[in-house]
């Protein structure tokens, strides 16, 4: 299982580091390790049920794939499960309220997410949350607070 879930990790990684939607060709490499990345956390998943990060980081890979339902499906189980990294869980959320145009429920997510220290830091340069910068008075007065 830890193999499994080392894995997923790492093609996640991958993709959130390194590939761009401007190239075609990254953006091919970019689904296939999205791609595996999800199989992985399913392996885990079938293994652990309740393995709140593998869903939180599935969800990701989901949404990255386009997958925004079953993103979101992974992101509230693991909320209802009592997730340890609810923060994380409710940004991701964020980001899809965001490319959905629900400025609002972003907005809401994102101030629930509280509890991830650099979540500000991340908000204010997330391509994902550009929405917010340019819509949203209360997202920008959130960025500003401690």
Not at 45 to 56: N, S
Not at 59 to 68: C, E, I, P, S, W
Not at 119 to 136: H, I
Request: neutral net charge; proline residues 3%.
């Amino acid at each position: 299982m830890l193999r499994a879930y080392a894995s997923g990790l790492a093609e996640l990684l991958g993709y959130e580091t390194g590939i761009t939607e401007d190239d075609p060709a990254r953006r091919v490499s970019g689904s296939l390790l999205l791609a595996e990345a999800a199989r992985c956390f399913d392996r885990v998943l079938a293994l652990e049920p309740e393995a709140h990060c593998a869903l939180v980081f599935r969800a990701r890979a989901f949404q990255r794939l386009g997958r925004r339902d079953a993103a979101r499906a992974d992101l509230e189980k693991s909320l209802e499960l009592g997730t340890d990294p609810e923060a994380l869980a409710r940004y991701i959320l964020a980001t899809l309220a965001a490319q959905e145009g629900k400025v609002d429920e972003a907005v809401r997510q994102l101030i629930q997410s509280r509890g991830w220290q650099n979540v500000r830091l991340r908000a204010q340069q997330d391509p994902d949350l550009r929405v917010l910068r340019e819509k949203s008075t209360e997202f920008v007065e959130w960025l500003k607070q401690p």
